[in-house]
């Protein structure tokens, strides 16, 4: 029998069951919505080969009407039908922006690497992020990028050669390997988590969501609870851990972050989050049977709309 429902717009049942669960009540129906709604493109100026107002001239002449972002310098919105155009720029095609969506924007951002840092970023394929914190370091320091997935390495290698960075160092490894291997090393360190995708599902598409289930939850868990600890063991006293999904699945969220805090109680502390928008929500403290460290409300959940993709954020510090 099809149990699907209208209201649940084809996705799982589970898995609009549990979304219910963890967002607020009265943002339950538009969150829904949201994956049935076309999404604004959105993207950003790569500032190693152009600068914001640059890049929107160059585009306005090639007949695109971009918006800059309020709350973000440098990020642009691009009426949902004129995406194909801009994927046909010379602007494109040359590195001179990335298409990216703003919640994941919000990590390299909030991680706020600085010049002549090192960084390592632990899952880093495609390279978006790899990307954002190379510009925003000024193409100064050093970026330690880790993919393990062949195809996807060569993606991330093409797209950093594309953008016309010169401090990224990728390693095609398995991020869990990397705290042992490198200890004590990195300044900052972004763990932007393999995980269930679950904020990347359409409902048009069954594809987004056709391998989802509690038991691959359970599975994305156990592998981001080694990359936590493998980013923790490369990070300096005094540095910064950024951990990030585009899941809701409170499993692959803050229970990852209160395992690395129950770890490492004596040196780890959460920081809090800030962000300049309104869609969003503290992390959960509670799960089914599950309580958390009540510091996971620091922790940030960004919910979905017609402009940005659901996504978890957490900031850690290592006590100096
Ligand atoms: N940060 C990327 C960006 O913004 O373009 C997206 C990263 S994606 C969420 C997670 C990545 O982790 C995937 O490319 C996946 O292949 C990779 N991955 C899977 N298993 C891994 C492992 N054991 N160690 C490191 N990375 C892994």
């Known amino acids: 029998m099809d149990k699907t429902t209208p209201e649940q717009k084809g996705l799982p049942a589970d898995?609009?069951?549990?979304?219910?669960?963890?967002?607020?009540q009265p943002a339950f129906s538009p969150i829904l919505e949201s994956f049935s709604l076309p999404k604004t493109t959105t993207f950003r100026v790569n500032p190693l080969k152009?600068?914001?107002?640059?890049?929107?001239?160059?585009?306005?002449k090639a007949g695109l009407h971009p918006q800059p972002v309020d709350w973000l310098p440098g990020a642009f919105r691009l009426p949902t039908e004129e995406k194909r155009l801009l994927t046909e720029t010379d602007a494109f095609y040359e590195g001179r922006l990335y298409i990216q969506n703003?919640?994941?924007?919000?990590?390299p951002l909030l991680l706020a690497p600085q010049p002549r840092e090192r960084i390592l970023d632990l899952a880093a394929a495609p390279g978006g992020k790899t990307l954002m914190m190379a510009g925003i370091m000024e193409d100064r320091g050093w970026i330690s990028a880790v993919e393990p997935v062949?195809?996807?390495?060569?993606?991330?290698?093409?797209?950093?050669?594309?953008?016309?960075?010169?401090?990224?160092?990728?390693?095609?490894?398995?991020?869990?390997?990397?705290?042992?291997a490198c200890p004590l090393q990195f300044d900052r360190v972004l763990l932007d988590a393999p995980c269930s995708s679950e904020a990347?599902?359409?409902?048009?598409?069954?594809?987004?969501?056709?391998?989802?289930?509690l038991r691959k939850i359970r599975e994305s868990q156990k592998l981001q609870k080694r990359l936590i600890l493998s980013a923790w063991q490369s990070l300096k006293p005094g540095g910064t851990l950024l951990y990030s999904t585009c899941s809701f699945a409170p499993e692959e969220n803050e229970a990852v972050v209160d395992f690395l805090l129950t770890k490492a109680s004596q040196e780890a502390v959460l920081l809090p989050v800030d962000l300049p928008i309104s869609n969003t929500?503290?992390?959960?403290t509670e799960w089914g049977k599950r309580h958390f460290s009540s510091e996971l409300r620091l922790s940030r959940r960004i919910l979905p709309d017609g402009e940005m993709d659901g996504f978890f954020l957490a900031k850690i510090r290592k006590r100096p």
């Open 200 to 213: 990347k599902f359409r409902s048009a598409e069954p594809r987004t969501f056709a391998y989802w289930s």
């Open 281 to 284: 929500m503290e992390g959960l």
């Open 15 to 24: 898995f609009v069951e549990r979304l219910r669960r963890i967002v607020p």
């Open 150 to 180: 062949s195809d996807r390495f060569h993606r991330l290698r093409r797209n950093l050669e594309n953008a016309g960075t010169a401090i990224v160092h990728t390693y095609r490894k398995d991020g869990r390997g990397v705290g042992r």
């Open 50 to 60: 152009s600068d914001a107002q640059t890049l929107q001239s160059e585009l306005l």
């Open 102 to 107: 703003l919640s994941s924007m919000l990590a």
